[in-house]
């Protein structure tokens, strides 16, 4: 009988990919309410997340293995890379993701983040000049359908969500494409903390130092310490520890999917305590982009399966 206690690696994995994007739905929610209530604005929260992220992950790094965490900076073509993707990448899938929040909400957001797949395919289209497979052609009509559904509400002469808050969306699935494409070689010749700190850790000092986050902090209760804190310890740091541990228990493709976590907990929590409204047009919407992800994961299986 298979062991199913957390003795089980692949029984850990699992544990920890759920935990990981749950911990990102529940900071995505917590970071609306930030925005509609205590009245702190994106540029801020997205400043502090990554500033503070940064450091944590950059010290976990030390702690846990010292050497590995400075390697990047010793070869001065990669550590251009590392400094290009902490803006190109880190940064601005960050404050897109936190933008779309605020002009729209953290459900419509999470999800639309999730369009990345369909993003990667048309790119991989244009760069390779090749025709999509039929998988892709599938995975495409399903984003495009389940978009549409999910920000008309059904009705499709008028949108349900501020187009700003469309828009930031829209940008938010082609950062996370760009930030899902670009740190591949830096990522298995320097491993996922480091790469991660590092690159927190440099967006979050500019973006800082841009913005001048001094000049607006906002006015802070407790229940506020508490909200940020979430968001940037558990939220962030914790989130993408388990996220990234759980990939040494199992496949990336089973991860990914279950990375749907992260909208699952957003639009549950949006409409229990946020009074976010879900009908039956944009749960279809969002099953259709979720399940894009799911479509694209089998087919890498699948194809991994023919070529071992």
């Known amino acids: 009988m298979e062991d199913i206690t957390l003795q089980n690696p692949r029984i850990r994995g699992i544990g920890l990919t759920i935990l990981g994007p749950l911990l990102w739905g529940i900071s995505g929610t ?46 001065w073509r990669d550590a251009i890379k590392l400094v290009f993707f902490s803006f190109v990448g ?4 960050q404050y897109t993701y936190f933008k779309a929040i605020e002009y729209g909400n953290a459900a419509t957001a999470t999800i639309l983040q999730f369009l990345s797949p369909a993003v990667i395919i048309i790119h991989l289209m244009f760069r390779t000049r090749h025709l999509p497979r039929r998988v892709d052609v599938i995975s495409l009509a399903m984003a495009l359908t389940g978009t549409i559904l999910l920000v008309t509400h059904g009705h499709l002469t008028t949108l ?27 990522l298995r010749r320097y491993g996922s903390i480091p790469v991660v700190g590092w690159s927190m850790l440099i967006g979050g000092a500019s973006f800082s130092c841009f913005y001048q986050i001094w000049d607006h902090m906002p006015t802070f209760s407790w229940q506020t310490y508490g909200d940020v804190s979430f968001v940037v310890i558990f939220g962030t740091m914790f989130a993408y520890l388990f996220y990234l541990q ?32 879900f009908g039956l047009p944009e749960t279809i919407g969002g099953i259709l982009i979720l399940g ?10 699948k194809n991994n399966m023919s070529i071992s």
């Open 30 to 75: 917590t970071a609306q309410f930030l925005f509609t209530t205590e009245h702190i604005s994106a540029n801020w929260l997205v400043s502090v997340r990554m500033f503070v992220s940064g450091i944590l992950l950059v010290l976990f790094g030390f702690a846990t293995n010292a050497t590995a965490s400075i390697a990047v900076w010793r070869h």
């Open 90 to 93: 880190m940064s601005a899938s």
């Open 160 to 186: 349900a969500i501020p187009l700003r808050g469309l828009l930031w969306g829209l940008a938010t699935a082609i950062t996370a494409s760009i930030y899902t494409l670009l740190p591949g070689k830096l």
């Open 246 to 277: 759980s990939l040494s228990y199992i496949q990336p493709t089973t991860a990914s999917v279950l990375g749907s976590f992260e909208p699952l907990s957003a639009t549950i929590l949006s409409i229990i305590f946020l009074g976010i409204s």
């Open 292 to 301: 894009t992800v799911g479509i694209q994961s089998w087919a890498a299986m």
